[in-house]
């Protein structure tokens, strides 16, 4: 639910190609993209944003990388939630390739690029509430994965 609406910051998720291609790009606009990378305490991984910022327009596509890697001896299975930063932006957030709700299993000292192919829709210049919203953030958060252990879904108990 919260991918299909933007719910709680949340990224819609879920774009035909002819969407992406036939987007026309509102270059007046241009919008700071930052990112960030948390870990819950129990994993033992590093795990960071490769870069700290995009600066783009809506309507146009751009391609951000994490890195992760797993500093202990045996391999450990990951597991990540996201949401955007303002809330309400998250409905123009669009991630057409991302590594989020994936298992992600990594080796003993194993070190991967983890890639977020995204775009903001250019219906976010036309809404009124987003008028004075220049910066976004994209924050990821890797949980380890553990058999029955459910996520927590942000802004919900």
């Known amino acids: 639910y919260c991918q ?8 819609v998720a879920g774009h035909s ?3 992406i291609e036939s987007m026309v790009p509102v270059k007046d606009r241009v919008i700071k993209v930052t990112f960030n ?3 819950h305490a129990s994993l033992h991984w590093n795990f960071r944003p490769q870069q700290t910022e995009i600066y ?3 309507g ?3 391609l951000a990388f994490y890195k992760a890697k797993n500093s202990t001896d045996k391999p450990v299975i990951g597991i990540s939630t996201y949401n955007v930063i303002p809330y309400e932006a998250g409905q123009y957030f669009n991630k057409i390739q991302c590594f989020c709700f994936e298992e992600q299993r990594l080796n003993p000292h194993e070190e991967v690029d983890m890639p977020v192919f995204f775009f903001i829709d250019p219906e976010f210049a036309e809404d ?3 008028a004075s919203v220049e ?3 994209l924050s990821y958060t890797f949980f380890e994965a553990k058999e029955g252990h ?3 879904l942000p802004g919900y108990n």
Not at 4 to 10: C, S
């Open 37 to 39: 990378a948390d870990v």
């Open 150 to 152: 459910k996520l927590p």
């Open 128 to 130: 009124p509430r987003m």
């Open 17 to 19: 190609s002819e969407q």
């Open 60 to 62: 146009e596509t751009a």
């Open 56 to 58: 783009l327009v809506p």
């Open 135 to 137: 910066n976004i953030m």
């Open 4 to 11: 299909a609406t933007g719910l709680g910051g949340t990224a």
